[in-house]
Nanobody, 115 residues
Framework: QVQLVESGGGLVQAGGSLRLSCVASRSIFRINDMGWYRQAPGTQREMVATITSGGSTTYADSVKGRFTISRDNAKNTVYLQMNLLKPEDTAVYYC?????????WGRGTQVTVSS
């Protein structure tokens, strides 16, 4: 079991930046797949970015070139640096850890981008 706590969300103007953090309750060294997902009202949750233990990353097309995912295993933390934010990035952002026992989700952090 692993508990995940997201932070760093807030209200920002279009073009601005935010950095989200996801702190895990235990070591993430052996958790191969960590990621950020988001869900806007009335839509399905979608993948934003993922990162493996080896540092390989994937991004949704809509955020490529603007968002960067990273992980610090020593701090049990995964980050999402979000630049050039757009109103369509407004959503609740969730952290996910994929383990052999199944996926674990945080409770999310709200990101609101005003135009």
């Amino acid at each position: 079991q692993v508990q995940l706590v997201e932070s760093g969300g807030g209200l920002v103007q279009a073009g601005g930046s935010l950095r989200l953090s996801c702190v895990a309750s235990r070591s993430i060294f052996r958790i191969n797949d960590m990621g950020w997902y988001r869900q806007a009202p009335g839509t399905q949750r979608e993948m934003v970015a993922t990162i493996t233990s080896g540092g390989s990353t994937t991004y949704a097309d809509s955020v490529k070139g603007r968002f960067t995912i990273s992980r610090d295993n020593a701090k049990n933390t995964v980050y999402l640096q979000m630049n050039l934010l757009k109103p369509e990035d407004t959503a609740v952002y969730y952290c996910k850890a994929s383990t052999p026992y199944g996926p674990h989700w945080g409770r999310g952090t709200q990101v609101t981008v005003s135009s």
